[in-house]
């Protein structure tokens, strides 16, 4: 079964600090992969996604995600962080091509302080 | 494109009473998802539909929990009797097996309340 994990529950940093959050997904065959944002006290927004081509994948705001195939992993990162991006970070996976479910990891809530 | 469409977005009720959320998903979309969000579970899939037929219901919590989606524009999930550990947000979201990457697209959800 698929399965996806996400190492930090919780993450604090200071504005400009640089940011990576760890994605570890477990499926044996061709997968999507996602990267969604949840703002406080709105629904979740895509951030990002991967699903073919170049492993390093751009979203908006500045945020990007790279695709380490033999790594079972989809970490994002930012270079420089703002206020503005306390949120809730999750990282999903669905099978390619399959008419199937994406799978949610648990979630990271990032707290910027100003 | 209006989005993902739930409504109410906030509902306060007392326990025992039944309550109703409704979504309309995206025009065109074939698949369609009820999700419930808590601080301490976490996001949990509760039932999905494909082509108005509910194909994985397992995340429903238990059968005071019941989905249904009449047709391709709408669908509800109804609690009944209703308890205060169900007071979550709920979201809907929706998708197109004909686009590229299986992306969701979320509801605003509906915030409920279960005094």
């Known amino acids: 079964a698929q399965s996806v994990s996400q190492h930090n529950h919780h993450v604090i940093l200071s504005e400009a600090a640089s940011l990576e959050l760890g994605c570890n997904y477990s499926?044996?065959?061709?997968?999507?992969l996602f990267w969604y944002v949840q703002y406080p006290g709105q629904h979740l927004q895509l951030l990002l996604k991967?699903?073919?081509?170049?492993?390093l994948v751009k979203g908006i705001k500045g945020f990007e995600a790279e695709f380490i195939k033999s790594k079972f992993s989809f970490n994002l990162r930012k270079p420089s962080v703002q206020w503005s991006d306390t949120a809730e970070y999750f990282c999903?996976?669905?099978?390619?091509?399959?008419?199937?479910?994406?799978?949610f990891g648990k979630g990271t809530r990032l707290h910027i302080l100003p | 494109d209006a989005g993902v469409i739930q409504s109410p977005r906030h509902e306060v009720t007392e326990m025992g009473q039944e309550v109703t959320l409704r979504c309309k998903p995206i025009?065109?979309?074939?698949?369609l998802f009820w999700y419930r969000q808590t601080m301490m579970r976490g996001l949990e899939l509760l039932i999905y539909?494909?082509?108005?037929?509910?194909?994985?219901d397992s995340g429903m919590p238990e059968d005071r929990f019941s989905a249904k989606m009449p047709n391709a524009s709408f669908s509800t999930l109804k609690i009944q009797p209703s308890e205060p550990r169900d007071s979550a947000v709920y979201f809907c979201?929706?998708?197109?097996?004909?686009?590229?990457?299986?992306?969701?697209?979320f509801g605003p959800g509906t915030r409920l309340t279960v005094l």
């Open positions: 999903a996976v669905t099978a390619m091509n399959r008419d199937d479910k994406i799978i």
């Open positions: 991967y699903f073919s081509g170049d492993p």
């Open positions: 539909f494909n082509n108005n037929v509910p194909i994985d």
């Open positions: 025009s065109g979309h074939d698949y």
């Open positions: 499926y044996g065959g061709t997968v999507n």
């Open positions: 979201a929706s998708r197109s097996t004909s686009g590229r990457g299986n992306e969701q697209f």
